[in-house]
């Protein structure tokens, strides 16, 4: 119980000191962040400062349903309250043709501006009289003025050419100029406000102006089940927003009235072009009349002939009904046939037949709902074909129809006819010139009576067109809000500080991530936790205290030794009584990492505690031990002793170090061609037996191991491995090589010491061996 406590608190402290060390990496760079952080609140400040403002201007508007109301209740009616399909209102409502009418009403294409110090900002209309002289249409490239406002004048420059003039600002020079404008200060007070200002005038395409428009129109339903559209828009003027809102209402609704009295207009059209022709016939039939009246002096027809007068004269009216049907039968199809665009029919014009009637409506009413769709998603949409169709369906069977009624009528027609050629038989007594007259007044009436019913129709007809009702109602007009929507100082501000953390943070994780060096003892942790780390060497730089020289010195260097030579005694077997030296080797993976420079100051650190030391340079191949005593790279040493046999080994002693007595050096020697031969004829291991009789630690300077084999051929004889890795030096990815090197048993005893540790500040070491006991930097 108490182990797996202990080993979870181990586990706990271990990641514990993991995120304190990943944490303080990035705490070591703080002054970056800090200064990372205060451009960013500036560079926010300054953003905020010069930004432009972006006002949010809104407008509601509900759809008015074109439905007379006349529909029995259905389910869907209870269901849903609206019959009016939105999204073909939103797209009308952002349609080219729309736009292009609110664009050109309101001189979208062009835009004014302030010019000042550092900011541009555009304004909805100039501090003094403009009128714009060219029409938005003519403008068909991009053109620019600047104009300063001067005491007594305008500096007006244009933009394109550079060519600069004044105007009085008066307006007593306004012909006398090509500008498409003309500008005068009509209120002299105001003139004080605005001198030394300048502004900008600038002029584009109409096509641009609307296609711009609709990018910054948003439109949507208030709800699933509403009628209530809102439109929204975002500038920096507020006025001019709220102008385009407005005035896209206004549009819209006029275009929607213009589609409800389409038939009424085309009914006035019509009736308007049969009045010329029925006015010429009735007038010339009252002529007729007149004149054949004075001809045959007739006044009066006589008493006797009243009663079959009368017969006669309702058959007369029966044959003119017929007969007036049958005009306005003709009427329609000569509309029909001559109506090859698939027009609007007059409707109502006085034929008796309601199944006739109920056809032409059927049929207005199909042309203006294809009409409405073509304008709206094109002629080639499904749904406008589909209507199309239905439009010729119609238009076939009004024709049967109407075909239909018209032989109907001549038959009645002939059948009255005949009735009435039965009456004339009965009155053949009234004078032939009376019954010429009747025929006359016949003629006579029927050119009256359609007259008046037409003239009847055109007014009603005139009447639908003048109370035609909106097509919307106005919930909101256009209101901007009070304050700014961009930029946000909140927003600006927490990104600036959430991007003056991030940046360097990024900067420094890439780098972090990029970097294959090692830096401490974690990172050999975190690849092989089961060899020690005895040791950290703080990065000293070369010069008078890079060696162990004196053994009362209390430099950090030293503190540093003094704790290794004190680890190393631990990982070293247990002593036996033989009294015999331990041996310790120091080696590498690869040349650089220092295992000369540690060896040296191990073994005076060794030393330093009164023991008898042996330092052996068993680098054969790249002796380095001499450059720290100033000893010649040739003086006779190992490689000596291992050739000649009768070469001793004490001869080679050496003592580098004269406040060391007990501290004894045998250098490499030469060169050899042979090293591993060298090594391993025996007189090596002879040389360490012999020497553990007379010292306390022999402490061996090997070559690189992942180089050469020469340290693994010795490595049996070793007690204990010092396997050196430099810090900001050593690629992680040796540490397996070493790893690999303990796990197989070529490396006896091996314990890892990490050099140069602080030469990467980022890891927030910091050595000062001297803490809490008193020491300077060097006893003499």
């Known amino acids: 119980m108490d182990d797996s406590f202990n080993n979870f608190k181990s586990f706990e402290d271990e990641n514990s000191l993991d995120l304190k060390q990943e944490v303080s990496k990035f705490l070591r760079y703080w002054p970056w962040f800090l200064l990372s952080l205060i451009i960013a609140l500036i560079s926010a400040y300054v953003y905020l400062r010069f930004a432009p403002r972006i006002y949010e201007t809104s407008a509601k508007m509900k759809i008015l349903d074109e ?117 005068k200060i009509e209120n002299n007070k105001s003139l004080n406000r605005i001198i030394g200002k300048k502004f900008i005038i600038k002029y584009g395409p109409l096509k641009s102006a609307a296609l711009g428009l609709r990018s910054k129109i948003k439109v949507e339903p208030i709800g699933e089940q509403s009628d209530l559209l809102q439109m929204t828009i975002k500038g920096e003027s507020k006025e001019r927003s709220e102008w385009i809102l407005n005035k896209l209402m206004d549009v819209f609704n006029k275009d929607g009235i213009n589609d409800r009295q389409l038939v009424s207009k085309r009914t006035i059209k019509f009736i308007d072009e049969r009045f010329v022709f029925l006015a010429e016939e009735l007038d010339s039939v009252e002529i007729d ?26 058959s007369d009216e029966e044959v003119f009904q017929v007969e007036t049907q049958i005009a306005l039968a003709e009427l329609i199809q000569e509309a029909l046939n001559n109506n090859i665009s698939n027009g609007l029919l007059p409707s109502n014009i006085g034929l008796d037949n309601s199944g006739v009637n109920g056809l032409i409506n059927a049929y207005n009413t199909a042309i203006l709902e294809r009409d409405k769709l ?100 106005v919930v909101d007009f256009a209101i901007s809000g009070s304050g700014p929507i961009s930029p946000k100082s909140n927003i600006v501000y927490a990104g600036a500080i959430l991007g ?31 060899i020690p780390v005895i040791g950290e060497i703080p990065n000293i730089k070369k010069g008078n205290e890079s060696m162990f020289s004196d053994p009362n010195d209390r430099t950090a260097l030293a503190e540093s030794f003094r704790i290794l030579s004190s680890n190393v005694d631990y990982i070293l077997p247990a002593k036996e009584d033989d009294g015999k030296a331990k041996v310790i080797y120091c080696t590498s993976t690869i040349k ?14 060794l030393s330093s505690i009164n023991k008898k030391v042996l330092l052996i340079g068993a680098d054969l191949r790249n002796p380095q031990i001499h450059t720290h005593i100033h000893q010649d790279k040739h003086k006779p040493g190992l490689s000596n002793y291992l050739h000649d046999i009768d070469y001793n080994w004490k001869d080679a002693l050496i003592r580098g170090f004269d406040k060391h007595p007990n501290h004894h050096i045998i250098l490499s020697g030469s060169i050899p061609p042979n090293p591993a031969h060298l090594l391993t004829n025996g007189r090596f291991k002879k040389l360490i037996e012999e020497a553990k009789t007379e010292y306390d630690y022999i402490v061996v300077d090997t070559a690189p191991t992942i180089l050469v084999t020469d340290t693994m051929l010795i490595s049996q004889l070793a007690d204990a491995t010092i396997y050196l890795a430099r810090a900001n030096y050593t690629e992680k990815n040796l540490l397996k090589f070493s790893k690999e090197l303990s796990e197989s048993g070529k490396l006896k005893n091996m314990a890892y010491v990490v050099n140069s540790v602080g030469a990467s500040k980022s890891y927030g070491y910091s050595y000062n061996y001297g803490y809490n006991y008193g020491y300077g930097s060097k006893s003499n």
């Open 289 to 314: 009349r007149k004149d054949f009246k004075l001809k045959n002096n007739l006044v009066d027809l006589a008493a006797d002939a009243e009663l079959g007068l009368q017969q006669r004269t309702k």
């Open 374 to 473: 073509a304008s709206s998603a094109g002629e080639n949409n499904p749904t406008v074909l589909v209507v199309e169709s239905k439009i010729n369906d119609l238009r076939k069977n009004l024709k049967q129809s109407l075909n239909s009624y018209n032989q109907q009528l001549k038959i009645s027609q002939k059948q009255l006819e005949s009735r009435n050629r039965k009456f004339v038989g009965q009155v053949a007594q009234i004078p032939e010139k009376d019954r010429l007259l009747r025929a006359i007044e016949r003629q006579q009436n029927i050119k009256e009576s359609l007259y008046l019913l037409l003239l009847q129709k055109r007014e009603e007809a005139s009447i639908n067109l003048a109370i035609t009702e909106p097509s919307i109602k």
């Open 592 to 605: 650089g990492e220092g295992k000369t420079y540690i060896s040296l100051n191990l073994s005076l650190a």
């Open 67 to 183: 439905s007379e109301g006349l529909e029995l209740p259905t389910s869907a009616f209870v269901f849903k309250r609206v019959n009016i399909n939105l999204e073909n209102e939103i797209e009308i409502l952002k349609s080219y043709l729309i736009l292009e009418k609110v664009a050109k009403e309101l001189k979208l294409n062009t835009n004014f501006y302030e010019e000042g110090t550092i900011q541009t900002a555009q304004i909805g209309e100039l501090p003094f009289h403009y009128t714009q002289i060219i029409h938005p249409d003519s403008i068909t490239s991009g053109m620019s003025y600047s104009v300063v406002v001067k005491e007594k004048s305008f500096e007006i420059t244009n933009r394109n050419t550079e060519k600069t003039f004044s105007l009085s600002n008066n307006g007593s020079d306004s012909s006398q100029h090509n500008l498409p404008f003309n500008i």
């Open 500 to 530: 003056g953390l991030l940046i360097p943070f990024g900067i420094l994780y890439l780098i972090f991530m990029l970097d294959t060096k090692l830096h401490s003892k974690e990172d050999i942790v975190s690849v092989n936790a089961n």
